[in-house]
């Protein structure tokens, strides 16, 4: 069975860092290109960041570029997302996806 499992969110201060982290089992995870997708309260879906399978290119949307960074230890089954500067619009519920598997999700939440 699919299964993915996220962690590491939290409540941050504005300028403050988080790393998430999202592992995987029951498929070959080596094979799958990842992404990040988030949903803010009240607010529909926004697709975060993505990579390829082996990690060779990684893609953000915008307002992330330059603070998030997305990666991935396919020994480990993971994929990772280091999130820097963070500001209060990027409190959300985070989700890390491949196709339609989804994980439960993990809350960021950035407040002074």
């Known amino acids: 069975q699919e299964q993915l499992v996220e962690s590491g969110g939290g409540l941050a201060l504005p300028g403050e860092s988080l790393r998430l982290s999202c592992q995987a089992s029951?498929?070959?995870?080596?094979?799958?290109?990842m992404s990040w997708v988030r949903q803010a309260p009240g607010k529909g879906l926004e697709w975060v960041s993505g990579?390829?399978?082996?990690?060779?290119?990684?893609f953000y949307r915008d307002s992330v570029k330059g603070r998030f960074t997305i990666s991935r230890d396919n020994t480990k089954n993971t994929v990772y997302l280091q999130m820097h500067n963070l500001k209060p619009e990027d409190t959300a519920l985070y989700y890390c996806?491949?196709?339609?598997?989804w994980g439960q999700g993990t809350q960021v939440t950035v407040s002074s």
């Open positions: 029951g498929f070959t995870f080596s094979r799958h290109a």
């Open positions: 996806k491949f196709g339609s598997t």
């Open positions: 990579l390829y399978s082996d990690g060779s290119d990684q």
